[in-house]
């Protein structure tokens, strides 16, 4: 399996702009989620850890996306400490994402120069991720903490910074477009992306098509 750059990674999440989080327990589910998605353009997805053996499923997945969706990053979301985010590095994963900053998982992910995007919630919290080698931070829970606005009121005294805005994200033109406007770099989009009752039905037809409403919302957001 080829081993992306960290250069290479983060420009890949950020080009396409739109990371779909998601997880099952099943593995062929989970590859068929992958090429739905691969299929409406997706280059990033992040795979969380939350469920018993979740890194398994994650490695199956891995080893199979390199042959059928080459050019797919696989993460490992949900990563809160340093022995987790060893395994799934070990496991494959091209980036790590977080729901909070954690310094150990920072130290080793740079060892590795892999990827780590932490949740920040605060302007502090973005600054401390920031001081650990952290280009990329997660907003979250982005709608909970004052929605488009808050991306904002961060860039305004901090423009460099780069967030992926996770939490209330709707694969919607004007809900993407909202977050777009305000600044944000990429998005994270869960249970919007995956309808229960389309992952149920095996309706992977439905997850490609919202995929490629997100990404055009996000490529007119990006051109005008």
């Known amino acids: 399996m080829a081993r992306f750059k960290k250069l290479e990674t983060l420009t890949a999440m950020l080009n396409t702009g739109v990371v779909p989080v998601f997880y099952h327990r099943d593995v062929e589910v989970s590859r068929q989620a992958v090429a739905a998605c691969y299929a409406g353009g997706i280059r990033a997805f992040e795979f969380t850890n939350r469920g018993d053996f979740a890194h398994e499923v994650f490695g199956e997945l891995v080893r199979w996306a390199s042959v059928r969706c080459p050019e797919m990053l696989l993460g490992a979301g949900s990563v809160v400490d340093a022995g987790t985010a060893a395994l799934y590095i070990q496991s494959g994963a091209h980036f790590l994402v977080g729901p909070l900053?954690?310094?150990?998982?920072?130290?080793?992910?740079?060892?590795?120069?892999?990827?780590?995007?932490?949740?920040?919630?605060?302007?502090?919290?973005?600054?401390?991720?920031?001081?650990?080698?952290?280009?990329?931070?997660?907003?979250?829970?982005?709608?909970?903490?004052?929605g488009p606005a808050f991306i904002k009121n961060i860039l305004a005294p901090m423009p460099w910074s780069q967030g992926m805005v996770t939490g209330g994200v709707e694969p919607t033109e004007e809900n993407l477009t909202a977050w777009f406007d305000a600044g944000a770099a990429c998005v994270g989009i869960g249970s919007s992306l995956f309808p229960k009752e389309a992952i149920e039905r095996h309706e992977w037809a439905r997850v490609t098509a919202l995929c490629k409403t997100a990404l055009a919302a996000k490529q007119r957001a990006f051109t005008i």
């Open 101 to 146: 900053f954690n310094a150990d998982v920072a130290k080793t992910a740079n060892r590795r120069a892999i990827p780590y995007t932490p949740g920040c919630g605060a302007v502090s919290e973005v600054g401390i991720a920031q001081e650990a080698g952290c280009d990329l931070v997660k907003i979250f829970p982005a709608t909970n903490l004052g």
